[in-house]
């Protein structure tokens, strides 16, 4: 299906204004500069739940509760650091609006409080503009929870296209609050020549609290949500499928759980590439710098910044100045190889001088010219 660009009079300014001005995109990331410049993936709502579903395809799972909780975990985490403009002692009406004005801001929807519901220890929350019912639950229970401070337990249901409905029960037991995660790499700011202009000059508003870009939704997901999601997989995926995915990923010291699961994440981001039908077309190694913006700079999850041959059958190696995380990035290249190749690839990383580096080879062993 074509991408058509929303028409250029239906383009809020002021929506545009508000993104470019919120989420600084430097050096192949987006960074939030209201919650202290955490990274952000933008990806179209539905590229992250073929994402998703490919990923507990791979991983042959049910992975709806890992995702719900990495959600409640992150966003409970953010609430928690952040200063909202109005008070704590004020209406809670007013901070459910200032919620989801942030909501809106990051394009996952908005979220409506029935009322009275403060009294209730059970009660029922609607997103509207939902992305998977459990993300949005998950995110709709942390949100509640901040404005109540009392926990909750949640489950959900689909209500309609665009409805997650939220059961919440108040709990009165003592759950440990989310602490942050270790990050592989930090951000690096360099000088860096964006090729296209910034994705987020042209967004279309929809009505239930979000935005389109090119005709598509789109939505931020931040990098301590996919790490977060990442680890909750894994204390879950000790018995899971084995990817066959030709990956070295020894480099980052992670447990054998862990490898399958970042595998399997390598797997389901190549085949959305793949799946999407995007031309992606080298002439030469050093053209990887400029051809992989369009599947890394523009979407945050980082840049290239130094590209060579290593072989004479397509082998690369590429060097990056940030990377928003290695399982997603390692697959996103794979694809990008293999269309431009028009075979299979093998990844691995090694550290040079502690910096990280990712060699794209033939999975299928070909003589040297």
């Known amino acids: 299906m074509p991408i058509i660009e929303s028409d250029t009079s239906e383009v809020s300014e002021e ?42 395809e791979n991983l042959q799972l049910n992975l709806g509760r890992r995702l719900a909780h990495a959600a409640a975990d992150s966003e409970e985490l953010r609430l928690d650091s952040i200063e909202l403009k109005h008070s704590f002692f004020q209406k809670r009406k007013k901070i459910l609006s200032e919620i989801n004005y942030d909501w809106k801001s990051r394009g996952l929807g908005s ?17 509207h503009g939902r ?16 404005i109540t401070k009392k926990r909750h337990r949640f489950r959900w249901e689909d209500r309609g296209k665009d409805v997650a409905l939220a059961h919440l029960e108040q709990d009165g037991i003592e759950v440990k609050k989310p602490i942050k995660i270790d990050k592989i790499g930090a951000y690096k700011s360099i000088e860096f020549n964006e090729i296209d202009s910034n994705p987020l000059r042209k967004p279309f508003e929809l009505k239930f609290g979000g935005w389109e870009l090119l ?31 030709n990956a070295d990923w020894e480099v980052f010291q992670i447990s ?15 085949e959305m590439f ?26 945050g999850l980082g840049a290239v910044t130094k590209s060579k041959g290593i072989d004479s059958n397509g082998g690369i ?7 928003f995380h290695p399982a997603i990035v390692t697959g996103v290249i794979l694809g990008c190889w293999s269309r431009s190749e ?13 910096e990280l580096k990712l060699q794209i080879t033939s999975k299928s062993e070909i003589a040297e010219q």
């Open 342 to 354: 028009g075979r299979d690839g093998k990844a691995s990383w090694k550290s040079d001088n502690g």
């Open 111 to 127: 979220l409506k409080v029935p009322s009275g519901s403060h009294k209730l220890k059970k009660l029922e929350l609607e997103v």
């Open 317 to 323: 190696e590429l060097e990056f100045c940030n990377i």
């Open 131 to 146: 992305l998977q019912s459990s993300f949005s639950s998950g995110m709709a229970n942390s949100a509640w929870e901040f």
């Open 256 to 270: 054998e759980t862990e490898k399958k699961v970042w595998s399997g994440i390598a797997q389901a981001s190549s």
């Open 215 to 245: 005709g598509e939704r789109h939505i931020f997901l931040y990098q301590d949500f996919i790490y977060r999601l990442v680890e909750n997989i894994t204390t879950y995926a000790s018995d899971s499928y084995s990817v066959s995915l």
């Open 15 to 56: 929506l545009s204004k508000m993104l470019v001005n919120r989420f600084r995109w430097n050096s192949g990331f987006y960074l939030d500069k209201e919650y202290f410049d955490e990274p952000c993936w933008l990806v179209s709502s539905s590229g992250f739940a073929h994402w998703f579903e490919l990923l507990q």
């Open 274 to 299: 793949r799946q999407g039908g995007e031309l992606f077309m080298i002439d030469n190694p050093q053209g990887w710098v400029g051809a992989s913006q369009a599947e890394l700079v523009n979407k």
